[in-house]
C-alpha cells in the first residue's frame, strides 16, 4: 500500500503588515481581494501575535521564530544568526523528503539560508530597501553566498557604506512583483514528485513605500480615516520615540500627514495583494491549489499614527498583531479562530498536517486543535517584549504594558475586550487592582519561563522594574 503523497506547503510572508489590513477580517476601505479570498477559503486566526523584539528591526528575531520555532530569548543568537543547533523549518522538511524554495526577504544570514533551501531566486539578504531596485542574490548551491557588493544606505538610517550580499540590482521592478515572478517561474516548471515548501518572503509594504501610480490612486489622503487611538506625539517616554521608523513624519504628527502614510500604506498592501493573486493562479492552473497549505502571514505590525507612533517598536497591539490565514488540506474553509497564538507556533503547525515530526528544539505549539475544534483553548496568556524597555503581558481580555526607561517606570492596563484601540489606561483604578496583580503574576513567571535576564535586554528592564516592591 502506497503512502499518500504529503501536501505541498506555500508560506507567503508579508512585512509590516497590521492584523487589520484585509478587508474581510478589519479595514472595510482597504482592497484586498486575494487576501480576502484566502479568508473565505480557509481559517484565519483573528489573537496570532509575535512576541516583541530584541532590537529595533523587530522583524528580525520574529523572522528567526518564525523559522525556528523557538521564543524570544531563547534564540540564543539575536538578529542575522541562527545557532545550527536550532532546526530550521526547511532543514525538517527537506529531512521528511520535501523540496524547498525561497525567495524575498531573508533577514537572518546567509548560513541559515543555505541550511534551510535547496533551491531559490531573487534572495535579498538584508532588512529593507528600494522596492524598484532590489539588490538580490541568485540561488548559490554552494551556501556561501559569497558576492557582495557596495551599498550606501538611505538618509533616514545612516549613509555610511556597508558591503551587501548582491550577485546583481534588479532596476525598475518592483520587490512584491520580483519575488511573486520569482516564485510564479518555479511553479511553472516545477515538475518533481516530491513535495515542496515554498516560502516567499515580500518586502511590502515596509517602507519606503512606494508602488505603481494605479494602485495609490486607488486611496485618497483626504478620505482616509484616522484610527480612533490617532494622537500627535506619544504621551511618555516608552524608551524608543527617535528610532528610525519614529523619524518617518514630523513631531507632532499632524492628521494630513498621518492619512498620507496610511494611504501608500494600503496602497502598498493592495498591490501586494495582486501580486499574491498572481502566484494563487499558477497554483490553480498546474491543479496544485487542492494539495497545497497556504500561509498567509506578516511579522509584524505598525502604528502609523496610532499613539503617536509610526514604527513597530513597541508593545501595542497595532504592533504585536499580525495576520494570520491558512488554507488547504486539513485546514476548514471559511472559519476564525480566537484562540491566542504566536507566529512560532506555524512551524508545528505545518509539521502536524504534513505529518511530520516535530523537532525537540522546536517551542511552538501546534494549532491544529484549533483548526479542528472552534472553541480550542489557544494560549491562556501571551508574553511580549521589547528591548530593556517595555514588557507585556495579556489574557483573554485584560493586557498589561510596563516601561522602564531611566529607572522611571510606567504601567498601562487594558481592557481589550471593551477597549480594543487600548485608549484608557486602568492601571491606577482600584476596581481593576486584582487584575493587575495577577498580570504582574504571568509577567514574572514569563520572566523565568523565557530567561529573559539577558544583559542589555530583560536584566535592564527587571532591575529598575522591581515588580515585587510594586
Known amino acids: 500500500m502506497s503512502t499518500p503523497k504529503r501536501p505541498n506547503i506555500l508560506i507567503l510572508f508579508t512585512d509590516d503588515q497590521r492584523f487589520d489590513t484585509i478587508h474581510a477580517l478589519g479595514y472595510e476601505h482597504i482592497h484586498t481581494p486575494t487576501m480576502d479570498r484566502l479568508v473565505e477559503e480557509g481559517t484565519a486566526f483573528s489573537r496570532a501575535y509575535i512576541m516583541g523584539g530584541s532590537c529595533p528591526a523587530v522583524c528580525m528575531p520574529s523572522r528567526a521564530m518564525l523559522m525556528t520555532g523557538r521564543t524570544l530569548y531563547h534564540l540564543e543568537a539575536q538578529g542575522q544568526s541562527v545557532p545550527d543547533a536550532h532546526a530550521m523549518m526547511g532543514e525538517t522538511f527537506q529531512e521528511a523528503g520535501y523540496t524547498t524554495w525561497g525567495a524575498g526577504k531573508w533577514h537572518n544570514g546567509t548560513p541559515a539560508y543555505a541550511r534551510s533551501f535547496t533551491a531559490g531566486a531573487e534572495i535579498f539578504f538584508g532588512g529593507m530597501d528600494d522596492h524598484w531596485n532590489v539588490p538580490a542574490c541568485d540561488f548559490d548551491p554552494t551556501g556561501r553566498y559569497d558576492n557582495a557588493h557596495p551599498f550606501i544606505r538611505t538618509p533616514q538610517t545612516t549613509n555610511a557604506v556597508t558591503m551587501r550580499h548582491c550577485d546583481h540590482i534588479v532596476p525598475g521592478k518592483h520587490s512584491s512583483e520580483l519575488f511573486a515572478e520569482a516564485a510564479i517561474d518555479a511553479l511553472e516548471h516545477y515538475e518533481d514528485d516530491a513535495p515542496f515548501l515554498m516560502y516567499v518572503s515580500f518586502m511590502a509594504p515596509h517602507d519606503p513605500r512606494t508602488m505603481p501610480a494605479s494602485f495609490l490612486r486607488m486611496y485618497d489622503p483626504e ?140 517551542e511552538g505549539r501546534s494549532l491544529v486543535p484549533a483548526l479542528n475544534e472552534a472553541d480550542a483553548n489557544g494560549r491562556e496568556t501571551l508574553c511580549f517584549a521589547y528591548r530593556g524597555f517595555q514588557r507585556a503581558v495579556q489574557d483573554g481580555r ?73
Open 223 to 362: 478620505e482616509v480615516e484616522l484610527p480612533p487611538s490617532y494622537k500627535p506625539e506619544h504621551p511618555f517616554d516608552n524608551g524608543e520615540l527617535r528610532v528610525r521608523d519614529e523619524l518617518l513624519a514630523d513631531f507632532p504628527r499632524t492628521p494630513e500627514e498621518i492619512r498620507r502614510h496610511n494611504a501608500e500604506y494600503y496602497a502598498m498592501i493592495s498591490h501586494l495583494d495582486a501580486q499574491i493573486g498572481r502566484v494563487l493562479d499558477v497554483l490553480d492552473a498546474k491543479g496544485l491549489t487542492d494539495e497545497t497549505i497556504v500561509v498567509l502571514a506578516g511579522d509584524n505590525g505598525l502604528a502609523i499614527g496610532r499613539h503617536g507612533l509610526m514604527g513597530k517598536q513597541n508593545l501595542y497591539d497595532h504592533s504585536v498583531h499580525v495576520p494570520l490565514v491558512m488554507r488547504g488540506p486539513g485546514v476548514p474553509r471559511g472559519e476564525v479562530r480566537d484562540a491566542q497564538c504566536y507566529l512560532l507556533d506555524i512551524y508545528p503547525t505545518l509539521c502536524e498536517l504534513a505529518q511530520v515530526a516535530v523537532p525537540e528544539t522546536v
Open 398 to 470: 485584560y493586557k498589561l504594558i510596563e516601561y522602564v526607561v531611566d529607572g522611571e517606570r510606567t504601567t498601562q492596563l487594558f481592557d481589550l475586550q471593551e477597549d480594543p484601540w487600548e485608549l484608557t489606561n486602568l492601571a491606577e483604578d482600584p476596581a481593576y487592582a486584582e487584575v493587575k496583580a495577577a498580570l504582574r503574576g504571568a509577567l514574572r513567571r514569563w520572566r523565568t519561563e523565557l530567561d529573559d535576564d539577558q544583559p542589555g535586554q530583560g536584566a535592564d528592564f527587571w532591575a529598575g522594574y522591581k515588580v515585587e516592591n510594586a
